[in-house]
T-cell receptor, first 116, second 112 residues
Framework: ETGVTQTPRHLVMGMTNKKSLKCEQH?????MYWYKQSAKKPLELMFV???????ENNSVPSRFSPECPNSSHLFLHLHTLQPEDSALYLC???????????????FGPGTRLTVL | TQLLEQSPQFLSIQEGENLTVYCNSS?????LQWYRQEPGEGPVLLVT???GGEVKKLKRLTFQFGDARKDSSLHITAAQPGDTGLYLC????????????WGLGTSLAVNP
């Protein structure tokens, strides 16, 4: 595998389900991100991890729970989601130096999530 | 609140035509990135511009960063169907706040 991979590519879940999205980066980067992409909205940054430490949580509802066990893997645990959470969830990674966050981002293909 | 406005939102042209898309803000950015996103995929970085007035070329694509580092343009010469996609710009804040601000994107369709 190369680049940034995400699984699953598509997910349909009910509002009472619990599911997890997985992201793996094979680029040796030290920062990973979760973004939400919805129609007619700019990309929304959800979480940032730098060297496995969460450095940003942009007021994301607690029904989204991130986990970063190491600098190559990132998970997004989902529970009791709402229909308005349906969107494309993108994982990205970058190489950061010090606090110079948000350098060039390398994205995975995304997980298309539908909440019924 | 920093905003990045992209125009036009949608563009449908014939193969061989030239086009320009714009990314504008009232805020100053330390750098600006352009990405292309194809259906069912994540955005892919095309270029980063850093210096005011900078021009970068990537084959038929020409990117320019405004002198004041508040705006940028992407010009495509002789567009091809393979150029079809969503073009996104993202500006990195100046100073200590390097957070990326994303535009809504320009959806380009190049018809054969």
């Amino acid at each position: 595998e190369t680049g940034v991979t995400q699984t699953p590519r598509h997910l349909v879940m009910g509002m009472t389900n619990k599911k997890s999205l997985k992201c793996e980066q094979h680029l040796g980067h030290n920062a990973m991100y979760w973004y939400k992409q919805s129609a007619k909205k700019p990309l929304e940054l959800m979480f940032v991890y730098n060297f496995k430490e969460q450095t940003e949580n942009n007021s994301v509802p607690s029904r989204f729970s991130p986990e970063c066990p190491n600098s190559s893997h990132l998970f997004l645990h989902l529970h009791t989601l709402q229909p308005e959470d349906s969107a494309l969830y993108l994982c990205a990674s970058s190489q950061e130096w010090g606090r110079a966050f948000y350098n060039e981002q390398f994205f995975g293909p995304g997980t298309r999530l539908t909440v019924l | 609140t920093q905003l990045l406005e992209q125009s036009p939102q949608f563009l449908s042209i014939q193969e061989g035509e030239n086009l320009t898309v714009y990314c504008n803000s009232s805020s100053v950015f330390s750098s600006l990135q352009w990405y292309r996103q194809e259906p069912g995929e994540g955005p892919v970085l095309l270029v980063t511009v850093v210096t005011g007035g900078e021009v970068k070329k990537l084959k038929r694509l020409t990117f320019q960063f405004g002198d004041a580092r508040k705006d940028s343009s992407l010009h495509i010469t002789a567009a091809q169907p393979g150029d079809t996609g969503l073009y996104l710009c993202a500006g990195a804040g100046a100073g200590n706040n390097r957070k990326l601000i994303w535009g809504l994107g320009t959806s380009l369709a190049v018809n054969p």
